[in-house]
């Protein structure tokens, strides 16, 4: 076999994202306030670039002259004639003391003060609410003080690691005990389960939705009986909302059993809950929609707490000079590079998400004059057609970001959707259709709710269209809307 090099030409189109281009794609998708930990970050990292705030604008401190006019560090040292030299040693004693004074009056140099932007981190820790103790934790601490024999205590402890976030005891008994361990019995257990359900929030280590109601309603200091047979022994038809059956197996009015009802309002399907909330990270919008006050609305950024950037001045200059060494000039120009690169991809994301946002404003003007039922349908590609951008960059623009509007703080994400078309030959979103559906089960009357097919009747009376049934209890399950027997009130 002979083995040989040839050459060949060949035509090809490739697409090649440069470094400066996937930077600015991920400073696009940076909510306000990931890019604010971004931008504080790059500060840190690159010594080329700062914050022009006004504590910034001076990175050099001038000295600062004494009354007369000259500067004690730098008096010429003129020996006295004297034998004893008094004169001269006490000025050389008091140097420190001027060079201090010096450098107090003058300040001292600083590449980057921003103390504007430690200010608001500061502010920010002091706001942000101290998480509380877990489930877990909260319970072992009431577990410390029960008295009980070591046993006891020991299958106690057991038994709280076994309950989860809800509340609820998680595993049986069975399972927990140990035969070939001398730790604690099976009565032990029972006997650690009893104290448990004793501890607070009232219906912690129930092992069943039953359990926890009952446990929660031995708590209460009103007599409770009534409520207690109403969940032992008709929990699932109270569930399904058959109040005329229980009416009639307890042999009371329906009336006596709504009584209990709205007693139980108050008791919790989720006690460990109250311990252990998620705490919900906040929200800022990124951009604001107001009146302009001639029919139409404004769009501006929200981005008042943004620091301003800039390239440091004597790194800049330091960059220029022909005597510098090849590697430090080198580290100099790559930092100089990616921080200009950094501030035009923050101005190109100021720009792109307002064009985008205007361009929203401008197709969904009926949703902010008037509410949710005028939400049109909008794809992303109308607007990346209005904005001259690709798809991909209006939804880069819109990811995780909130937008403050008449209509409240709104997901720039949910302004876009599709839609069906009515018979009057308008355009009509889901969310609009989602709204409708919500309106008309607000107004029903609860004695006779309306079911699927009565909706989508009422539908086609507001000008919706033709919906199919199935599509109206999609609809009603995604809005968390249960079947009419269960929305009926007696």
């Given at each position: 076999?002979k083995?040989s090099?040839?050459?060949?030409?060949?035509m090809?189109?490739?697409?090649?994202?440069?470094?400066?281009m996937i930077?600015?794609?991920e400073?696009?998708?940076l909510p306000?306030?990931a890019?604010?930990?971004?931008?504080?970050?790059e500060l840190?990292?690159?010594?080329?670039?700062?914050?022009n705030?006004?504590?910034?604008?001076e990175t050099?401190?001038a000295p600062?002259a004494d009354d007369?006019?000259?500067?004690?560090?730098?008096?010429?040292?003129v020996?006295?004639d004297?034998?004893?030299?008094q004169?001269?040693f006490?000025r050389?004693?008091?140097?420190?003391?001027?060079i201090?004074?010096?450098f107090?009056?003058a300040?001292?140099?600083?590449?980057r003060v921003?103390?504007?932007l430690?200010?608001?981190?500061q502010?920010?820790?002091?706001?942000?609410?101290?998480?509380?103790p877990?489930?877990?934790?909260?319970?072992?601490?009431?577990?410390?003080?029960?008295?009980?024999t070591?046993?006891v205590?020991?299958?106690?402890?057991?038994i709280?690691?076994?309950?989860?976030?809800r509340?609820?005891?998680?595993?049986?008994?069975?399972q927990?005990?140990n035969?070939?361990?001398?730790?604690?019995?099976?009565?032990d257990?029972?006997?650690?389960?009893?104290?448990?359900?004793q501890?607070?929030?009232?219906g912690?280590g129930?092992?069943d939705?039953?359990?926890?109601l009952?446990i929660?309603?031995?708590?209460q200091?009103?007599?409770?009986?009534?409520e207690?047979r109403?969940?032992a022994?008709?929990l699932d038809?109270l569930?399904a909302?058959?109040l005329?059956e229980i009416?009639?197996?307890?042999?009371?009015?329906?009336d006596?059993?709504?009584l209990?009802?709205?007693?139980?309002r108050?008791?919790?399907t989720s006690p460990g809950l109250l311990v252990?909330?998620?705490?919900n990270?906040?929200?800022?919008?990124?951009?604001?929609v107001?009146?302009?006050?001639?029919g139409?609305?404004?769009?501006?950024?929200?981005d008042?707490s943004m620091p301003?950037?800039?390239?440091?001045?004597?790194?800049l200059k330091m960059?220029?000079?022909r005597?510098?060494?090849?590697?430090?000039?080198r580290f100099l120009?790559?930092n100089?590079?990616s921080?200009?690169?950094?501030m035009?991809?923050?101005?190109?994301?100021?720009?792109?998400?307002?064009r985008?946002?205007?361009?929203?404003?401008?197709?969904q003007k009926?949703?902010f004059?008037k509410?949710?039922?005028?939400?049109?349908?909008?794809?992303?590609s109308?607007?990346?057609?209005?904005?001259?951008v690709?798809?991909?960059?209006?939804?880069r623009?819109v990811?995780?970001?909130?937008?403050?509007?008449?209509?409240?703080l709104l997901?720039l994400?949910?302004?876009?959707g599709?839609?069906?078309?009515t018979?009057?030959g308008?355009?009509q979103?889901?969310?609009?259709i989602?709204?409708?559906?919500?309106?008309?089960?607000?107004?029903?009357?609860?004695s006779?709710p309306?079911?699927?097919?009565?909706?989508?009747?009422?539908?086609r009376?507001?000008?919706?269209?033709?919906?199919?049934?199935?599509?109206?209890?999609?609809?009603?399950?995604?809005?968390?809307?249960p079947t009419a027997?269960?929305?009926k009130?007696?």
């Amino acid at each position: 076999m002979k083995m040989s090099m040839t050459g060949q030409m060949r035509m090809e189109q490739r697409m090649k994202l440069a470094p400066r281009m996937i930077q600015s794609m991920e400073v696009l998708q940076l909510p306000v306030l990931a890019l604010l930990e971004k931008i504080e970050q790059e500060l840190n990292n690159n010594p080329v670039l700062e914050s022009n705030e006004p504590q910034a604008q001076e990175t050099e401190s001038a000295p600062v002259a004494d009354d007369a006019g000259e500067i004690p560090a730098e008096r010429t040292l003129v020996v006295s004639d004297d034998k004893n030299r008094q004169a001269d040693f006490e000025r050389l004693a008091d140097a420190d003391d001027e060079i201090q004074e010096l450098f107090t009056r003058a300040g001292t140099f600083s590449r980057r003060v921003d103390t504007e932007l430690s200010d608001r981190k500061q502010e920010a820790m002091q706001n942000t609410p101290q998480s509380g103790p877990s489930l877990y934790d909260y319970l072992m601490e009431q577990w410390r003080l029960i008295d009980a024999t070591d046993a006891v205590k020991k299958a106690g402890r057991t038994i709280i690691n076994f309950i989860d976030d809800r509340g609820y005891l998680t595993v049986r008994l069975e399972q927990l005990y140990n035969k070939d361990k001398k730790d604690y019995t099976l009565e032990d257990l029972q006997k650690a389960l009893q104290l448990v359900q004793q501890l607070e929030p009232a219906g912690v280590g129930a092992r069943d939705l039953k359990e926890c109601l009952l446990i929660q309603l031995a708590q209460q200091s009103e007599d409770m009986s009534f409520e207690k047979r109403l969940i032992a022994e008709h929990l699932d038809k109270l569930l399904a909302n058959q109040l005329p059956e229980i009416a009639k197996k307890m042999n009371c009015s329906i009336d006596r059993v709504k009584l209990a009802i709205e007693k139980m309002r108050k008791l919790d399907t989720s006690p460990g809950l109250l311990v252990s909330k998620d705490q919900n990270p906040p929200i800022m919008p990124d951009l604001i929609v107001e009146p302009d006050g001639q029919g139409g609305y404004e769009v501006h950024l929200a981005d008042t707490s943004m620091p301003s950037l800039r390239l440091n001045g004597y790194y800049l200059k330091m960059a220029r000079d022909r005597h510098l060494d090849d590697e430090t000039r080198r580290f100099l120009q790559n930092n100089i590079r990616s921080a200009q690169w950094f501030m035009d991809a923050i101005e190109q994301r100021k720009n792109t998400m307002l064009r985008v946002a205007r361009s929203i404003v401008e197709h969904q003007k009926e949703f902010f004059d008037k509410g949710q039922l005028y939400l049109r349908p909008l794809p992303m590609s109308v607007v990346a057609a209005d904005v001259g951008v690709h798809v991909a960059t209006v939804s880069r623009a819109v990811a995780g970001k909130y937008i403050q509007s008449p209509q409240g703080l709104l997901s720039l994400r949910s302004l876009f959707g599709g839609g069906t078309e009515t018979p009057q030959g308008d355009s009509q979103s889901f969310d609009a259709i989602r709204a409708n559906i919500q309106m008309i089960v607000d107004q029903e009357d609860k004695s006779a709710p309306l079911n699927d097919d009565q909706i989508r009747d009422k539908l086609r009376e507001l000008g919706v269209g033709e919906i199919a049934r199935r599509t109206v209890a999609k609809y009603r399950k995604i809005m968390n809307i249960p079947t009419a027997r269960y929305r009926k009130k007696y």
